[in-house]
Every structure is written in C-alpha cells, then in structure tokens.
C-alpha cells in the first residue's frame, strides 16, 4: 500500500479514501479515481480464473483497449497445500539452476581480471621490444632492460657460472658485462661486424664469449618477439570470446531470477488470517491496466483482482498435475484519465522487488569490469567489440568513464537524450493557461468516456453471471 508521500513522489496527488468495510474509512494507497466499482465473487465450486479471463476478454474486444499491462502478479499458498509443494518443488528447479550460473559468471570475472592482467603484462614486454628495433632516444634504453631479463631468466643471473655476471666473477671476465650491455648490434647477422668494429681493441677471448652471449640474445630477442606478439593475438581473442561468454551466461540467468521472484511468496499474505497452514488455501494477487488512447490524455481502467481459493489438484492425460483455483475474488475497477507520463509514473510505483533481483548480477559484474579501468575497454575495442560513444554535451567538463559504463550507462543516455529532445521541443514556450485548460478539459471529457465503458464492464459481468443488476 502506497504512502501519500509515495504518491507525491511520483506526481499523484490525492489519496483514495475509501470504505473498505463497514464503517471503517481508509486509505488504499491508490491514486484518486474518477470513478470506482468493487464487486465480490464467491462460490466453493466454481473456478476463480474465469472472472479474470472474462474482463480482460471483454476490455480488450468489447472495451476496445488495446493495451493491456500487467502491473501485479504475485500468490500465497498455506504451507501443508499441495500447491505449496508444486510451486516450491519448481523454485527449488530454478534456484538450483541460477546457483549454478551464478557460480561460473564469478568465476569467469575472476579470470578476466587475470587476462587482462596478462595483456597489460603483454604490452609491457612488447614495448620493449618495439622500441629497441627503433632508432629514437629511447632505443638503447630499451635494449639494455632487454638483456637484463635475458641474463635473469634465461642465464639465471649471477648464480650460474656461464652467464654474463657468473663469468666475470668466476673466470675474471670483468670487462665482460659492460662490453654486454654497451654493444647494441640490431640482427643476429650484425654480430661479429659490430664486436669487431667497435671493441676490436679488447683481446680475442673476451671478443668471442661477447659474441657468443650476444648471438644468443639476439636469436632470444628475436624468436620471442614474434612468439610474444601471437600469445597476444591469441589472448587478445580469448578475451572477446570469454567477455561473451559472460554477457551470454547473464542473458540466459534473467530468465531464471525473475521465475524465482515469481515463484516466491508473498510473505505479507502468509500471515493474515485468510491461510490456515492445515487447510488448502491460497491467494493471488492481479493487478491489470487496460490502457486506450484519446488525444492528450489515455482512458484507463485498473482492475485489481484478490483471489482467496482452494486449489483442487487434478490429473491429466495429456500434462502433469495441476490446480484448479476454486473459492472467492474480490475484484476493484478504478476509472482514470492519465497522460503517458502519469501511467510511467504509476508503473514505476507500483514495480516489485524482482527490479532490484535482477539489478544484483548486472550491478556485481559492472563494478568489477568497472575496476578494471579502461584497459579493458580499449582491448575490447581493439578485437572488434563495438560500443556506443559517449557523446560529452557541450560546455561540460570531460569525465572518465568505466569501461562498461558506456554500456550501461547507454540507456540513461538514451532516456535522457528523449527527455531533452522533448524539453527542446517545449522550449519556445512554458506551458500557458489556456494549454492547462485544454489538458484539463481532455481529462475530463476522457474520464467521462471511461466511467462508461467501465459502468458496461461491470454490468455486464453481473448479468452473465446472473448477479443482482439494474
């Protein structure tokens, strides 16, 4: 039930107060309407869904609605009721399958972390090598930090006696790893001309095992430098396969979490008196809008439907077993007049917790591919993932986005840039009186239309069920 401050909240001003029972005044936490009917069918062995199927029936062929929106669909059952065994047997189903997503989409974003991580790895390493084949400032500087992880990981430093540093120690080569990281020959064919060029002046021993070490490097350099650059085309495509993988597994749990939030109870009916836990009993809650277009503003009729039943387990040849509601429902017609906007509005309060259910995977993955920067953004794009761009308005400073905020931050953008192409629209003038007065006359002359069509829903409904009627 809706608080007035909730209806102020989403533009609805005025409260419903209404007699809900004898002498007893209250709120119902809906919206004013222009005009509403209640009616209350009971019958211990007639079906409650043929009330439901009779009126959406008749507003979508006879009241010529042709919109109808389905606000509200939730249920109750007592605990000991074969229909409460059903329902949660099907949940357990779904749980059990959503668990399972849930665990591999958490696992998949853990191992992004490390591709990426890899990639940055990549990158650095191939700068290196990159820049020492270049002729710029940078190139000795490069080739140097390449010979130092040459001689750590390949010669194991110092603690092997054939390297660079194991040789000027152990056989007095001293001179040998300043001569090693002084002389840059570019190809492994360079070699020899180089060493004699440039240090033909040191003994033949030293200028042979300088040869020797820088031969060596140079075919490492070499062979690793193209074995470097397809491990990162490789990586590179694995990670725009595993990234779709991802966004594949959160497609298909959508699904999932919303049966699961339709499947679940609806606690606040567990607890009134209605459902004994010994009997078999249930209740459901429908709520539906028959929405139709009449210039400026919409004829809409909202039907709240309050089903208590007693479901009947039957067999079928052709299915499996299933319930047949019998017992009481309590329908409510309300008449209104609404704009588009006042029916988003509407919608927007009336939304459930499955909102925020399926805002919980979507909202956990975009925060960790949040946290990885715009690296990840800029590999993505580089193996051929496109986004949108986000387009900066004019006279705002520049932001740094995440790199799945373009993503997600797409639909904002999108019902930002509707609300602004509408507000430019409506910029040449603010709204005058004589547009109130036209809005306000287009209400009316709509809630007037609607309170008949409504009037005729509920009549008829009374005579084809051979009700009191007049």
Same mark, same amino acid.
Request: charge should be positive; glycine fraction near 4%; proline fraction near 4%.
């Given at each position: ?114 591709? /990426? ?35 750590? =990981? ?46 033909? %002046? ?17 075919? &490492? ?8 650059? $397809? ?7 694995? =990670? ?11 497609? &298909?749990?959508?699904?999932?979490? +919303? ?60 299915? %499996? ?7 009481? /429902? ?7 007049? &609404? ?5 988003? $509005? ?10 925020? =259910?399926?805002? /919980? ?37 520049? +932001? ?20 602004? $192409?509408?507000? =430019? ?19 009316? $002359? ?6 008949? /069509?409504? &009037? ?7 005579? %084809? ?6």
């Amino acid at each position: 039930m809706a608080t007035d401050a909730e209806l102020k909240k989403h533009g609805f001003e005025e409260n419903e107060i209404s007699e809900e029972f004898r002498s007893s005044i209250i709120k119902t936490g809906y919206p004013a309407p222009a005009r509403r009917y209640r009616l209350h069918y009971e019958g211990y062995n007639i079906s409650i869904e043929e009330p439901y199927f009779w009126t959406l029936h008749y507003l979508r062929y006879f009241g010529g609605f042709p919109r109808i929106d389905k606000i509200t669909d939730i249920f109750a059952a007592a605990e000991n009721s074969a229909f409460f065994g059903a329902s949660q047997q099907r949940l357990g189903l779904q749980q059990d399958k959503v668990s399972q997503f849930l665990a591999t989409i958490g696992k998949m974003v853990r191992e992004l972390f490390q591709l /990426v991580r890899e990639m940055r790895i990549l990158d650095e390493r191939l700068s290196y090598y990159a820049d020492s084949y270049t002729n710029s400032p940078s190139a000795e500087s490069a080739e140097i930090t390449l010979k130092g992880i040459w001689v750590d =990981l390949v010669e194991q430093g110092a603690k092997n006696p054939a390297s660079v540093y194991g040789m000027a120690r152990e056989v007095q080569f001293t001179t040998l790893p300043d001569l090693f990281f002084s002389t840059h020959p570019k190809k492994q064919e360079d070699v020899d001309v180089v060493v004699e060029r440039e240090r033909g %002046q040191f003994n033949r021993k030293v200028r042979e095992v300088l040869k020797r070490k820088l031969r060596s490097f140079l075919a &490492w350099k070499e062979h690793t430098y193209e074995e470097l650059k $397809n491990r990162r085309k490789f990586t590179l495509k694995y =990670l725009r396969q595993h990234f779709e993988i991802i966004r594949m597994y959160m497609t &298909w749990v959508k699904p999932y979490l +919303k049966n699961i939030q339709r499947l679940q109870l609806d606690q606040s009916r567990i607890d009134t008196p209605d459902l004994i836990v010994a009997f078999e009993s249930s209740m459901i809650e429908v709520e539906i809008l028959a929405i139709k277009p009449a210039g400026m503003v919409n004829q809409c009729i909202l039907m709240h439907y309050l089903f208590r039943t007693r479901p009947e387990m039957s067999y079928s040849q052709e299915y %499996q077993r299933g319930p047949l509601h019998l017992g009481r /429902v309590e329908m409510d017609f309300r008449a209104y007049a &609404w704009t588009d906007k006042e029916i988003e $509005n509407y919608k927007k309060m009336r939304e459930q917790e499955d909102l925020q =259910l399926l805002g /919980v995977i979507d909202g956990s993955v975009k925060a960790a591919l949040e946290a990885l920067g715009d690296e990840l953004m800029r590999y993505l794009k580089e193996a051929g993932e496109e986004f949108e761009e986000k387009k900066e308005m004019p006279k705002a400073p520049p +932001k740094r986005a995440g790199p799945f905020m373009s993503v997600f931050a797409g639909f904002a953008e999108l019902f930002t840039s509707f609300k602004m $192409n509408k507000s =430019l629209k409506q910029a040449g003038k603010k709204p005058t009186q004589t547009d109130e007065l036209k809005l306000a006359i287009a209400k009316k $002359n709509a809630a007037d239309a609607v309170k008949k /069509v409504m &009037w005729n829903t509920y009549h008829h409904f009374k005579k %084809q069920h051979e009700m009191l009627n007049w």
